[in-house]
């Protein structure tokens, strides 16, 4: 049997390719919308893509799903038959497919794959319990489980009614969570465990850096598997998720309706002089250079998502879905941002602005940043400006500076008029890195002297504690 694993940083998100040497054949679990890594170890194993499957409904990336089963009209799509009507794929007329529900079989070769649905993080959600039976084994090796159990932590049944305004489906789903974790325990120890998602991700509230685990370790060490009250794991399951990112909802939609199959488009080179006739609702220019060089010099209008592993998410709160993309980055960079922004449906990447040409041309907006002390001695209580914390809810409820007042960054853009506007904002985060993208906003939408607290909370909170130590 063959087994190969697949991360992609920027989502946290893991897919696999199974395959059995004797038959020549690979399946696809969970793929992402990139489907090149899969192409490249197929065609150096000296397999054929005969199958994909896909354990749920994704609310955190684009599936690879639809466009492979397209490609290769002769591989099979597996998909979930479990759930109501409302969670059903739309797309299943065009493609080569087979709904499955718990208790059925799936064969890649002589691989086996045991289906069993396991509700909870959604209604239609499905494990896959691997036998290779090729290999002379006739008990389970590992499970593909999906955004069930994580390492660390189970899936969040929250998703649907944040995200997708359906009410009262978190306690449901929380309740179905306890019970296929009941069935997962009875598992053998020895099973590993394969899951969608690691650390990073807002599939769940405290996912394990490790890639993999065991039932076993899981038993001992994953709070979700000590519980023996559904009321108990109920509540502690629901307290504490975190915001769910503003495009989960249209990952929900677009991964049911279908992924678009038509991404492919040339990024056209814009002029730094030409910009200015982007600056429109109608488009989103997105610096993409690290915020210190933003910082020092930036086109007016532009809302700095440094190119690291939080652009995605950032860029997916911050874009709307029906604006065009010019992105200020190198030449160089630009296969890859429009991988990135792809792999969550952003598919209009119409332009780019070589970064080279930023320096030097005239009438760049800057912004300064302060320090603690600075903000203590110098700012803090004067009436002319407003601290703006841009943390998540669970670390302003952990501890925030009293006078601050609180809107989450993914939030900003939406909630620009709750901030004052004879003020000049403070913004900070907890390290600086998430304020220098509020900063940025801030200044595109008028409040040209916004200043940054460098180093964020935890900066603040040294600086405290050397005052009154």
């Excluded at 397209?70 to 009507?85: F, H, R, T, V, W």
């Excluded at 494990?127 to 090729?134: I, K, V």
Aim: charged share 25%; net charge negative.
């Amino acid at each position: 049997m063959f087994f190969k694993s697949y991360f992609d940083e920027e989502l946290a998100q893991m897919s696999y390719m199974i395959g059995c040497q004797k038959t020549g054949e690979a399946m696809v679990v969970d793929p992402a919308r990139d489907l090149s890594p899969y192409y490249e170890t197929a065609k150096k194993e000296g397999f054929h893509l005969a199958a994909a499957a896909e354990t749920h409904i994704h609310a955190d990336f684009l599936s690879g799903a639809r466009e492979l089963a397209n490609a290769e009209k002769d591989l099979k799509l597996y998909l979930s038959d479990e759930g109501d009507d409302d969670w059903k794929y739309q797309y299943l007329n065009e493609i080569n497919h087979e709904l499955v529900k718990d208790g059925d079989e799936i064969y890649v070769g002589n691989v086996r794959l045991d289906v069993i649905h396991t509700p909870g993080h959604t209604p239609e959600s499905l494990s896959f319990l691997l036998t290779d039976e090729g290999g002379g084994s006739s008990v389970p090796m590992g499970i593909f489980t999906g955004d069930f159990v994580f390492v660390g932590d189970v899936g969040r049944p929250d998703l649907l009614e944040k995200s997708a305004g359906a009410e009262g489906t978190a306690s449901k789903g929380a309740a179905d969570m306890y019970q296929s974790v009941q069935r997962f325990k009875e598992l053998p120890d020895y099973v590993q465990v394969w899951p969608g998602h690691g650390a990073g991700s807002a599939c769940g509230k405290s996912l394990g850096a490790v890639p993999s685990s065991t039932v076993g370790y899981e038993k001992e060490n994953n709070w979700a598997l000590n519980h023996t009250d559904e009321k108990a794991f109920t509540e502690e399951l629901l307290d504490g998720q975190p915001e769910p990112p503003k495009y989960f909802s249209m990952m929900k939609k677009l991964n049911k309706e279908g992924p678009s199959l038509e991404k492919e488009r040339d990024v056209e080179g814009i002029s730094v002089s030409d910009v200015g006739s982007y600056m429109s609702d109608e488009y989103m220019v997105v610096d993409t250079r690290p915020s210190s060089e933003f910082s020092n010099g930036h086109l007016k209008g532009t809302i700095n998502i440094p190119y690291n592993r939080s652009f995605t998410n950032w860029a997916g709160w911050l874009i709307e879905y029906d604006q065009k993309i010019v992105v200020v980055a190198s030449k160089e960079t630009i296969p890859a941002i429009k991988r990135s922004l792809e792999s969550i449906g952003l598919d209009d990447l119409v332009g780019y602005v070589d970064e080279s040409e930023i320096n030097g041309y005239g009438g760049l907006e800057t912004y300064a940043s302060i320090t603690a002390e600075e903000l203590e001695n110098k700012f803090r209580g004067h009436e002319d400006y407003v601290i703006i914390d841009v943390r998540n809810d669970s670390e302003w409820d952990d501890n925030h500076i009293e006078e601050a007042q609180h809107i989450m960054l993914g939030k900003l853009k939406e909630s620009i008029k709750d901030v004052p506007d004879d003020k000049t904002p403070i913004v900070h985060c907890q390290s600086g890195m998430r304020s220098a993208i509020a900063a940025s906003l801030l200044q595109a939408f008028g409040y040209k002297d916004v200043l940054n607290l460098k180093g964020g909370f935890s900066a603040w909170k040294e600086h405290k504690e050397k005052v009154n130590s």
